[in-house]
């Protein structure tokens, strides 16, 4: 095994061991009525958007997997596995950029807004069909949409704190 694989699965497991951390930290959401608001996507953002589509994915998906699966949130775990596997996969993969992986704002901020739908819209469908109705899901958008303006700060994360594994230019 080259020496780049194992760095590569490192990461892997790093990452993913980071959001699934991040998704057990959950932050108090007045008046929310559904929709489990965490810190998960907010760093699921941040890997995504600087480090790309595979690792977004993966920690994303496998990640918040994780959590469910562990914080008794068992009937979410698949749709968990799917929704968060795109929208880490879209939002690494739109904030590709010839600058650098994430280096584009108005890319990052596209990235962003669709990984939102993703989010919102996947969560949204899920629930509808396979946990209660269309009526009832309703009453969860607020708190993901409450996630996202959490995770938005990830977009200025990315911009004042360098990437630690960047080789630099002399």
Do not use: C
């Not at 892997?12 to 057990?24: D, K, P």
């Not at 890997?47 to 469910?68: C, Q, S």
């Amino acid at each position: 095994m080259r020496n780049n694989d194992i760095q590569r699965i490192v990461f892997s497991g790093m990452f993913i061991a980071l959001v699934t951390v991040a998704t057990f930290i959950n932050v108090p959401f007045p008046g929310a009525v559904g929709g489990l608001v965490h810190l998960g996507t907010l760093v699921m953002l941040i890997i995504a958007l600087k480090f790309g589509k595979t690792y977004g994915a993966l920690a994303g998906g496998i990640g918040m997997f994780i959590f469910d699966v562990l914080g008794g949130w068992m009937a979410w775990a698949p749709g968990t596995l799917v929704i968060r596997l795109v929208m880490g996969f879209v939002v690494g993969y739109i904030a590709e950029d010839s600058l650098g992986q994430g280096k584009n704002l108005a890319k990052n901020i596209i990235a962003f807004i669709v990984g939102g739908f993703i989010l919102v819209g996947g969560y949204y469908i899920f629930e509808a069909v396979f946990i209660s109705t269309f009526e009832v899901a309703l009453s969860s958008i607020m708190g993901n949409v409450f996630q996202l303006i959490i995770g938005s700060i990830s977009l200025f994360i990315i911009y004042y704190i360098p990437n630690p594994f960047e080789e630099t230019k002399v």
